[in-house]
């Protein structure tokens, strides 16, 4: 997990250069920061607060739902930068939630990499730029469920997997969208006739006997460790790093892209619309797009940096799949859209049918 | 002010605390989530202007697909888990209270503090502490799968059998001190002229002993079958999810699915049920208590 030398150099290396920049400019401010748990290194918090003379305050979501909820409920004037992922991101700029960043603050934005440039969900990233990316994908315990197919046939298909307990996510547009994949609609599925059928799906699959819950993609792979569950649905990143901790217990768990297809995504940061240090927010922002500290980032966390700046120091784990799908895995990921209006009212009471049955 | 009678004056500086309070933590909350149950959902999922009966209208369960009993099942399903709940947190409280209420005096203070101790942990902690009571291939669990309750690899949670256990330890409490203080005050000479009368040991219990604990059982129910009915942390991470109740559908519409007005339309219904339980309630507590006023 630690990377002394690293470390100690990328220090030394920033506390050089910080030194005689306009560190004083911010002394004694607090930055609020809204982060995903897992996700952040202390280390580069550490190292921040140190180069500007500042606190940093971080508080954590587990989901986009939770985040969204969060600022609706008057925190888009409480904290400083928040981290959606991108299926999120028009609906709070839409909402008026966030505001629209000033690149003159951001000079580091030329290290982002060509393809997180101009994302169709933020055109000119007006409002976001990519913190890290990653995929979604099915992961079980082969030593409970044996030589299983590379198909989201393990959580919905009862031959595949008659008696041992599987659990889906409790974010309706990533178990649908599963479903759909399933289903051959495809994981970006948004007709109407799609999301029912895969709503249908969820819900055969939930009446299940060996159905055990609504579990969201970090908490399933400590119940996986511990053996409550065999079958689920989690992050590539978070994966390794439960992996990475406790290799033992992660012997015969596996982590795969389904043949049907599954979900690429990108988690953004942003300001919410009257956060309290946007000055600071700008910093912040800026200070993680350096080539060193996306380094950093990604060697603590195992997801992919859209940093291209820091490739060439990222760790060899990084660099192959899963957490750098290959070209051919490449072509069966998708980002899930954005829904609002009729859709997103169609799609919550779907799955609230799903629920309540 | 001066031209105010003595005691008015007096009156109103003794009740302005009070109806401040309410005003404040009842009044204008109740009122807010009143006014959201009627707004519209936006099409990011804020609220928004236009005075709707949509959130009520879907409550019902009309929506896309036509009508659905989704809901319907939700409350059915909250109302019999509180009830269920209920009945057994009564059936161990009570000869609990009355055992201890039996002992020396010294030892009641001990057993008492023994019951409410657990309650000072959060409930989030003591649920996941019966989550690895209840996980596959523990003591438990491998009782459970010899006795046939359940399948080796599923272990007891989550399921509605937790979700009860954890209701149940959850509001012990709740039941135990106010039978408790019946039992402590409990009028001997009514049980011993019973006795002195030849009555039976059921007709004792029946005629001198129930109804002086009428009004404290009365007051457990209370405290007991209300926050069951809307408790979404313990059968949130118990249930699992597999059962919704009500007090989930609510938290959800609030924390994941942004539908506040849907939410706010809930948490309405709750309310009202609420009521209609504590109006059957004080019927049932003066039919069986002969007509005394045993709650409210």
Not at chain 2, 39 to 51: E, I, R
Not at chain 2, 280 to 292: A, M, N, Q, S, T
Request: glycine share 8%; proline share 7%; hydrophobic share 45%.
């Amino acid at each position: 997990m630690t990377h002394p030398t690293l470390r100690a150099g990328l220090l030394a290396a920033t506390l050089a250069t910080g030194a005689g920049s306009a560190s004083a400019q911010f002394e004694g401010e607090t930055l609020y920061l809204f982060n995903w748990s897992q996700y952040m290194d202390p280390a580069i918090i550490e190292q921040f607060e140190d180069r500007y003379g500042v606190d940093v305050v971080r508080n954590y979501f587990n989901s986009n739902g939770e985040l969204f909820a969060k600022l609706q409920a008057g925190g888009d004037s409480q904290y400083d930068v928040i981290v959606p992922s991108n299926y999120y991101v028009p609906r709070l700029i839409n909402s008026d939630l966030v505001q629209p960043l000033d690149h003159t603050q951001l000079p580091n934005l030329d290290n982002l990499m060509e393809s997180f440039v101009d994302p169709a969900f933020d055109p000119g990233n007006t409002y976001s730029v990519a913190y890290q990316w990653g995929t979604t994908g099915l992961i079980y315990d082969e030593s409970a469920l044996g030589d299983v197919p590379n198909s989201w046939a393990v959580l919905f298909d009862p031959a595949v997997n008659p008696d041992a307990p599987f659990a889906v996510p409790e974010d309706a547009q990533v178990s649908l969208g599963a479903a759909c994949a399933y289903q051959g609609e495809g994981y970006d599925c948004t007709s109407r006739s799609a999301l029912e059928a895969a709503a249908r799906e969820v819900l055969d699959a939930k009446q299940r006997d060996n159905f055990a819950g609504f579990v969201q993609g970090t908490p399933i792979l400590q119940q996986l460790v511990r053996g409550s569950v065999a079958a689920g649905m989690t992050f590539n990143g978070d994966y390794l790093f439960y992996k990475s901790e406790d290799p033992e217990g992660f012997e015969d768990i596996r982590f795969v892209i389904p043949e049907e297809g599954a979900e690429r995504w990108v988690d953004n940061m942003m300001i919410p619309a009257n956060a309290p240090n946007p000055e600071l927010a700008h910093a912040f922002i800026n200070y993680i797009l350096e080539a060193e500290i996306g380094a950093q980032l990604s060697n603590w966390n195992y997801y992919s940096s859209p940093n291209a700046a820091a490739l060439p120091m990222l760790d060899e784990v990084l660099q192959a799949p899963p957490i750098m799908p290959t070209d051919e895995q490449m072509e069966r990921l998708t980002f899930i859209p954005s829904l609002q209006g009729d859709s997103l009212e169609f799609l919550q009471q779907i799955w609230r049918e799903v629920e309540s049955r | 002010m001066s031209g105010l009678r003595r005691d008015t004056r007096y009156l109103l500086a003794t009740t302005a605390p009070g109806v401040f309070f309410i005003v404040v933590f009842l009044v204008l909350p109740s009122a807010y989530l009143v006014a959201m149950a009627f707004l519209s959902n936006g099409p990011y999922g804020l609220p928004t202007a236009p005075l709707t009966l949509d959130a009520f209208r879907e409550l019902a369960g009309f929506g896309f697909l036509g009508w659905s009993p989704g809901n319907l099942y939700t409350l059915i399903r909250s109302v019999w888990q509180s009830l269920l709940a209920t009945a057994i947190v009564i059936v161990i409280a009570y000869p609990a209270a009355y055992y201890i209420s039996r002992q020396p005096v010294r030892w009641r203070a001990v057993m008492l503090l023994a019951v409410v101790v657990p309650s000072w942990t959060n409930q989030v902690i003591r649920s996941v502490g019966w989550m690895n009571i209840f996980a596959p291939d523990t003591v438990v669990s491998d009782l459970a799968v010899r006795v046939g309750l359940t399948e080796p690899q599923m272990g007891l949670f989550p399921s509605q059998f937790a979700v009860i256990v954890g209701l149940v330890y959850n509001f012990l409490p709740f039941m135990v001190l106010p039978l408790y203080a019946a039992f402590e005050r409990l009028d001997t000479e009514q049980v011993e002229a019973a006795r002195d009368l030849f009555a039976s040991p059921v007709a004792v219990f029946r005629h001198a002993v129930f109804p002086q604990t009428l009004p404290g059982l009365m007051a457990g129910t209370v405290l007991v079958a209300i926050p069951a009915f809307g408790m979404y942390v313990v059968t949130e991470l118990l249930g699992g999810g597999k059962a919704t109740m009500i007090g989930n559908l609510v938290a959800r519409q609030f924390v994941q699915a942004s539908n506040w007005p849907l939410g706010a339309a809930g948490a309405i219904i709750m309310i009202v049920v609420t009521l209609i339980g504590l109006k059957v309630l004080r019927d049932l507590g003066r039919r069986v208590g002969g007509d005394r006023e045993v709650l409210l």
